[in-house]
């Protein structure tokens, strides 16, 4: 098996529990997890911050000639990997629902996919990677020895972002945070460059039935460890 070929994709819908799995997965197996939500949200603030217009592809990337990303381990007790954008610390400020959006938005943009792509593509060379997202299955990495798709009800995944929400000290509206995911997924599943969708060798696991810890346990049973 190819360095390229050792690598383990999660994809699926916000609110899934793909990061905390994840994370699970890649230090069961020792592999490097790689949060390319995290990525797409840090570009999103990039291009936000900036006032680019998302429709003017010269100044997208323009924008993005200039942008520097680098992931961090989560901090202890949390399940989100850290972004140093451009030598800025943008860990918590890429969490927001409203990046969460924002992030939704700059990654139906060509100009952002193929550069993040790109830098996945070149992390994911050596293998032993754990790579989280929306597409990592299907465009970023179609070779993939072993690829998993999480999915869970609306509501279900809304309880569980609001919990985080909550535990972070932020006010929840439930209402709202249902109303962006369904937004959200309908956004992604829709937009004509790389959508949310499942890779046909693709195993299928429904986190609203199974733990954290269930889910973790039938992943890495699929890959043998």
């Given at each position: ?6 690598i383990v994709?999660i994809?699926g ?11 699970k ?7 490097t997890?790689?949060?390319t939500?995290a990525?797409?949200?840090a570009?999103g603030l ?11 592809d010269s100044?997208?990337?323009s924008?993005?000639a ?10 202890e ?5 850290g972004v140093?954008?451009d030598?800025r ?10 990046m ?12 952002v996919?193929?550069?993040l792509t790109?830098?996945?593509q070149?992390?994911?060379?050596a ?6 997202g929306?597409?990592t299955?299907t465009v ?19 309880k569980?972002?609001?919990d ?14 249902l109303?962006?995911?369904?937004k959200?997924d309908?956004?992604?599943k829709?937009?004509?460059m790389?959508p949310l969708?499942?890779?046909e ?12 810890e269930?889910?973790?346990?039938a ?7």
């Amino acid at each position: 098996m190819s360095p390229e070929q050792q690598i383990v994709t999660i994809d699926g819908p916000s609110g899934v529990g793909k990061s905390t799995i994840s994370r699970k997965v890649a230090a069961s197996l020792s592999f490097t997890y790689l949060d390319t939500g995290a990525m797409y949200r840090a570009v999103g603030l990039k291009l936000k911050e900036s006032g680019v217009d998302l429709s003017d592809d010269s100044a997208v990337r323009s924008c993005l000639a200039t942008t520097s990303l680098d992931l961090i381990p989560p901090a202890e007790g949390c399940d989100d990997v850290g972004v140093i954008l451009d030598g800025r610390n943008v860990s918590d400020l890429i969490r927001s629902q409203e990046m969460a959006m924002v992030a939704s938005g700059a990654s139906a943009v060509p100009a952002v996919r193929e550069k993040l792509t790109s830098m996945q593509q070149e992390i994911g060379r050596a293998g032993c990677i754990v790579a989280e997202g929306r597409d990592t299955g299907t465009v970023v990495f179609p070779d993939a020895a072993w690829k998993f798709y999480l999915d869970a009800d609306p509501e279900v995944r809304m309880k569980r972002r609001a919990d985080q929400l909550r535990a972070n000290g932020k006010a929840v509206d439930e209402v709202e945070v249902l109303e962006m995911i369904i937004k959200r997924d309908h956004d992604d599943k829709n937009r004509s460059m790389a959508p949310l969708a499942k890779a046909e060798d693709a195993h299928v696991i429904d986190t609203g039935l199974l733990s954290i810890e269930g889910v973790t346990e039938a992943i890495l049973a699929v890959i043998g460890r």
